[in-house]
């Protein structure tokens, strides 16, 4: 608390992963670095991109607070960090919280599913890391994912914790904004947070999730009249990541009072309770990409958009899968496009022959057995770019990316974007700089499961979210749980929601 006129001076940065803890391999601290804003970066941004670290910095300026920032790193979604990755993350966060001095309050932006070699909660791990650094007064306070798995070890360092509420997260700067409103209340002394969390045992299916559709559309109502009742001054759900094997896995509600504990359980366990009596409406059916084009053929509503969610590089994976590519060539569909396989060969090809020129190329498939195999085309090159470019659309409008060296290739109608890092389709930004306007195509696919929504329901007839051979499959008894520790729905048809 500050008892003196000097503004607060609160710290703000983050680590964020969604860790696929299913997929093999590590991900690198290169990876890590891709994303990486160093304090005296942090400290000029604007605030007016839609982030959590954003929106701390639009809440902490409005209010006058002195900014003490923070190492803020934002990991693509893979495989575990090893040990050794994730103890020099923490320890660069933890010593750019120490260099500061005494802070009047922390502000962090974590994803909620990350997890490290050894430790099944890397979240939890850097919030009682945090704690253990400025002691037990200071108001600790974060952000997480919508898909986040949240455990005890995360609530209890924290004063306050919130969820997204939007699939796209379109939603990142406003649940900043509500969070550091519960700061300043807290350093007015006006609010003496107090929380509490319910774990369900219970896996959710990511096209479930869509917040702008039924059924997601209830849960969030749901969440805002719990969010609004007397005596809550926050309330969140997150559906969780499913592609961990960890006894942190599934559904959680956190609620948030001023200093009422038993309150606290009680809503918690309240919309808890809401969301199990619901459950069967959280499990989508399978659907493969074939019988999806019939679908939306028999619709008649163009652009089709199938989401290949199996292999999205935002949840971990690849990004180089071919099978819908494939379809797509073998249907002879035109003007269809492939929006991106993740092929740094092939995009060096592409550049090394120039717009305008055909070449033999072999896209996709070399990540893993299961994503192939590669997909021979002859193809001409339509247009060739950098990789840079600023998102435009509602989700991450404001933030810089590149995906390195890019190319947009064609062959008898079919387009296929390839770039050199992973990255999912969110808005229609990057293919601008191609040239390319994906509102043209008949047929779309997006290496997606529900963030390209943000740029692409515009634009969109139908939607359907397929399963088509990948790594991240939405069939969760296909998935090799071994660690969960408990019944889970809907795994086990007779698992209780234990409270």
Known sequence: MTHDRRPPRIAIGGIEHETAGMLPGETSMAVFDRRRVRPDELIKRSGEANTVVDGYLQGARERGW???PLVWVKGTSGPPASRATFDTLLGELLEDLEGHGSVDGV???????FAAEGIDDADGAVLQAVRD???PDVPLMSVHDLHCNLTEKMIGPADALAVMRTYPHVDMKERALHVTGLMAETLAGRLKPTMAFRQLPLLWSAPRMIDAESPMSEAVDQVVLTNDLDGVVSASLGVGYQWVDSPSVGVSTVVVTDDDLQEAHQQADALAGWVWDRRQDWIAPTLKPADALERGVADGAYPIVLADQADNTGGGAPGDGTEVLRL???RKLDPSVVLYVVDPITASQAHQAGVGETIAVEVGGRSHPDMGPPVKMQAVVEGLADGEF???????KGLADSVGPTAWLQEAGVSVVVISLPQQPVDLALCRTLGMDPARFEYICVKSTGHFRS???????SIFNVDAVGLLGQSFADLPYSRLGRAVYPLDGDARRGF
């Open 455 to 461: 740029g692409f329901a515009p634009i969109a007839g």
């Open 107 to 113: 502000l962090l932006s974590l994803h909620g599913s």
């Open 328 to 330: 797509f060539i073998e």
């Open 390 to 396: 600023v998102y435009d659309g509602p989700m991450w």
């Open 133 to 135: 650094c400025i002691g």
């Open 66 to 68: 002195e900014v003490a």
